[in-house]
């Protein structure tokens, strides 16, 4: 599923869909191919910011033969007015467009998503002020960030309620948080309906056993790009 930030229409980051969507098909590729015989603890979402962004980049490549994609590559950057030698996340070429993006994960619990949705949108227009600074010759700066929503143990018994109560919190932080920075945001969702079910619950937790039942891909940009 893809969504855009203010309005529900499409924005300047649309050109990112054909990408986003071939994101979700190689997950759900991977899915098929490690979760078989009731074998549900294999996320690749769920891993870490690098794996996240390596199955970011095969959709990129993916979607269509012309694209081109570099990640996780040294440079000379910049933070607070002082040079210093790092790693870029992420160039990239999509529908004859150049982006310099950079990019975080961040896991959120679903029960009482306030706080962390607070984190995920500090996050976000923040990777996207880095790549404002940081970008060089390209179209378009982006912020990116993995979000993955996290249902734990006693949620068992109603996880597509809470599921349902979080996106719709989502979906009002993203349309207003975009409304009031200026940005222009794309959402790609994945879900997959077996790791809302009971056995599913099968990565530890702090409070019992939890479930990461898929994950978003959120990308913004300022409305003038």
């Known amino acids: 599923m893809i969504k855009y930030y203010p309005g529900a229409t499409k924005n300047a980051l649309s050109f990112l869909e054909p990408a986003l969507s071939t994101t979700m ?3 759900a590729r991977y899915l098929d191919h490690f979760c078989t015989d009731g074998y549900l603890a294999d996320r690749p979402f769920a891993y870490n910011e690098r794996a996240s962004l390596s199955l970011l980049t095969g ?4 979607s269509d033969p012309k694209n081109l994609v570099l990640e996780e590559y040294t440079s000379s950057k910049i933070s607070g007015d002082l040079p210093y030698r790092g790693r870029d996340d992420l160039w990239f070429r999509a529908d004859d467009k150049t982006c310099y993006a950079e990019a975080k994960q961040q896991w959120i619990c679903t029960r009482a ?11 976000l227009v923040s990777e996207f002020r880095s790549a404002s600074v940081n970008r060089r010759f390209v ?14 143990s006693n949620q068992r018994a109603a996880p597509r309620d809470f599921l349902e109560s ?10 207003s ?9 794309i959402r790609g969702t994945f879900l997959e309906e077996r790791f809302v079910q009971p056995e599913a619950f099968c990565y530890p937790g702090k409070c019992g056993d939890v479930s990461y039942p898929g994950f978003d891909i959120i990308a913004c940009t300022g409305s003038k790009e």
């Open 25 to 27: 098909t190689i997950v």
């Open 59 to 62: 959709g990129i490549w993916q």
């Open 113 to 123: 998503p306030a706080n962390g949705l607070e984190i995920a949108k500090q996050t």
């Open 139 to 152: 179209d378009h700066s982006l912020g990116i960030l993995f979000l993955i929503p996290q249902l734990s």
């Open 166 to 175: 979080y996106y719709t919190a989502l979906d009002g932080e993203l349309e």
């Open 177 to 185: 948080f975009a409304v009031a920075q200026g940005l222009q945001i």
